[in-house]
């Protein structure tokens, strides 16, 4: 059975968007069974108004983007998760944290024990929180109790991007992911698919 991978995310002008495709596209390469998914914008319209790219990027996800909207089921169908979100004041952006912390019954359940847990985000300056976040995002995996995995410094591409700690963007000028920081995705990816796929084959059955 193909090892199972979601790739849940939240993107405000569509660079973790493009990020989040990435990972999906490596995972699938590697063989994966991929479920990508966004979560819902709950910013107030005047904030998203505000910004000519947030609402382009909104404007396109409710016009065709085809996305579907995340569910728990998405996550404890998969092996591997991905999760990924712009930074917000070296956090998280809101929007995710909100789906994560709907994930109490799975916790509970134990539903997480088996699985793999990776990050990736963007942010507008240099030092704008992309480590943070990413080691943010992760707390939710400690807890989960899944089994938390780093980008590293495991392709030579990461050693040009230089963030061994998930895949990332720094969009100075609104910039867009360039091939660098695409390739790291997907070699986040794959690494994902591999590392799930081996930790699920020492698991029960499904």
């Known amino acids: 059975m193909p090892t199972r991978i979601t790739v849940v995310h939240y993107s405000a002008t569509g660079n973790v968007t493009r990020l989040a495709r990435a990972i999906a596209e490596g995972a699938t390469e590697a063989g994966a069974d991929v479920r990508l998914r966004r979560v819902p914008e709950t910013a107030p319209d005047d904030a998203v108004a505000a910004n000519p790219a947030w609402t382009a990027h909104r404007a396109a996800v409710e016009a065709e983007d085809g996305i579907p909207i995340a569910t728990l089921d998405d996550l404890a169908w998969?092996?591997?998760?991905?999760?990924?979100?712009?930074?917000?004041?070296?956090?998280?952006?809101?929007?995710?944290?909100?789906?994560?912390?709907?994930?109490?019954?799975?916790?509970?359940?134990?539903?997480?024990?088996?699985?793999?847990?990776?990050?990736?985000?963007?942010?507008?300056?240099?030092?704008?929180?992309?480590?943070?976040?990413?080691?943010?995002?992760?707390?939710?995996?400690?807890?989960?109790?899944?089994?938390?995995?780093?980008?590293?410094?495991?392709?030579?591409?990461?050693?040009?991007?230089?963030n061994p700690y998930g895949a990332s963007w720094v969009a100075r000028s609104g910039s867009t992911p360039d091939d660098d920081a695409l390739a790291a995705a997907r070699h986040q990816g794959r690494r994902l698919t591999r590392v799930a796929g081996a930790l699920a084959a020492t698991a029960e059955p499904r």
Do not use: C, I, M
């Not at 998969?78 to 994930?103: N, S």
């Not at 240099?126 to 109790?145: M, R």
């Open 78 to 162: 998969a092996d591997g998760v991905a999760l990924g979100a712009p930074t917000r004041f070296g956090l998280p952006a809101a929007q995710l944290k909100q789906f994560l912390d709907q994930t109490g019954g799975l916790w509970a359940a134990g539903t997480f024990s088996n699985k793999v847990v990776t990050a990736f985000t963007a942010a507008s300056t240099t030092h704008g929180g992309l480590e943070s976040t990413v080691l943010a995002l992760l707390n939710t995996a400690y807890h989960w109790g899944a089994v938390v995995l780093p980008l590293g410094y495991t392709d030579p591409v990461v050693f040009r991007t230089g």
